[in-house]
């Protein structure tokens, strides 16, 4: 950590593309079936933000374009950063923007229902790239102040069982303002909860979907206003946090599944975003950073017996949908949902599941981070009672889905493929209401 005299709020932003360059897999959708990718639509990212707050405070957020973060993985990436960059590893957010056109080796088998394996050399690659990327941090530490702001988007994603069912539309945006005029905005952080399927699983190509294009859409209007924008060649730091999109999705607003449309609800977002950067507000003086964790143990939910192989094999087909509108969709999920239950019981698994959880203030701003795919309905609980707080899923590690009781009743694929019940899964929500108002 640099020596300083004062007391000034410091950051460094950088992005790097983490793009892999050989034929792997893709993960998210069980229908491509270990299909290898055939090229890219557009490059995937990885995004950090490191603040300090000159007394002793740090955190450093590194967002990354794959469908989940596994545990490993993750620890690889907060070691080599923080003794890359002098801070503690806990001071590391690992996040997954949960796009379902990347690497599936880059996470290894999430749930038996997208049978997978980490691959050693892919991850390497990816925790170098990051790790390289960390060290242009150290030599960019520089004062900076922040600025917060909120706004809703409309017109991307809705509750995709239901579409005026439980969503929170919202978009926040921390805005990193320079002390030197050169570059005025030196990097943006914007969490929303949506996922980035626009793309369908016919899609083969590597793509961040929507968020790479929301992203494009923000570096391009902030880019132009650098003075110094040729000078080393770097893209502005765009870092996107995913929020409660457990069964959030552009399902009913999507208008096809293809790289236009991916542009159009990307660009929708961004320009929200550069409104909000427009009409933010400071922090205040000197904000305080801290990062606390806990780790919340479960159990997971009993599931009776074993299937017979020719129950297994009898099972609804995997095949997602590609065509048709979001309504006849609906049905589909459940017949995923009851493969999902088969592919469950078809594996051993342990009897509880170790959840981390974190929680960033920088000032009076909270960030709560969960590993799991939290429901809107949870995520806008948790808020309703925190204002100041924003939920940030598929943080450190993957749970899977978090359902709320009407999808345990209603047998949505959220709640069908969960490792856990809907009784456990209010006891994760309760805890994350008292870990926050303990805090």
Known sequence: MPETSDRALRAAGTSVV????????????????????????????????????????????????????ETTVR?????????????????V????????????????????????????????????????????LRASLAPVSLEWGESDVSGVGSNRHEPDG????????????SQDGSRPVRAVLFDHACHPTVLGADNLRWSADWVGA???SIRAEVEASWQDHDDDGRSLPVVFLQGSAGDISPRFHRRGRDPEEVRRLGDIVGRQVLHVVGAARPFGPSPRISVRRTVLELPLRPLG???????????PSLQHTLSGDGHRRLEQSRHEGQAAIAALLARTLPETRRLPISLVSVGDRRWLHLPVELCASFGLRIVERDPDLRVVGYADAYCGYVADAPSHAAGHYEAMSS????????????FCLSYVSSS
């Open 18 to 69: 983490v793009t892999p360059s050989s034929a792997l897999p893709l993960g998210g959708y069980a229908a491509r079936e270990g299909s290898p990718a055939v090229g890219r639509l557009d490059d995937l990212e990885a995004n950090l933000l490191w603040l300090n707050d000159g007394q002793g405070g740090d955190v450093l957020w590194v967002s990354i374009d794959v469908l989940a973060i």
């Open 75 to 91: 620890d690889r990436i907060a070691t080599q950063v923080g003794q890359t960059l002098g801070i503690d590893p806990s001071a």
């Open 93 to 136: 957010i690992v996040a997954a923007s949960h796009t379902h056109s990347a690497p599936a080796g880059w996470h290894g088998e999430i749930h038996p229902v997208l049978p997978t394996e980490l691959d050693d050399d892919a991850c390497d690659d990816l925790v170098e790239a990051i790790g390289g990327a960390a060290h242009l």
């Open 166 to 177: 439980p969503c929170d539309r919202s978009v926040g945006v921390v805005t990193v303002r």
């Open 214 to 216: 929301a992203r494009a």
């Open 305 to 315: 017996t074993r299937p017979t192989a020719r129950a297994i094999e009898e099972a």
């Open 419 to 430: 490792f856990f019940d809907a009784e456990t899964s209010e006891r994760f929500v309760e």
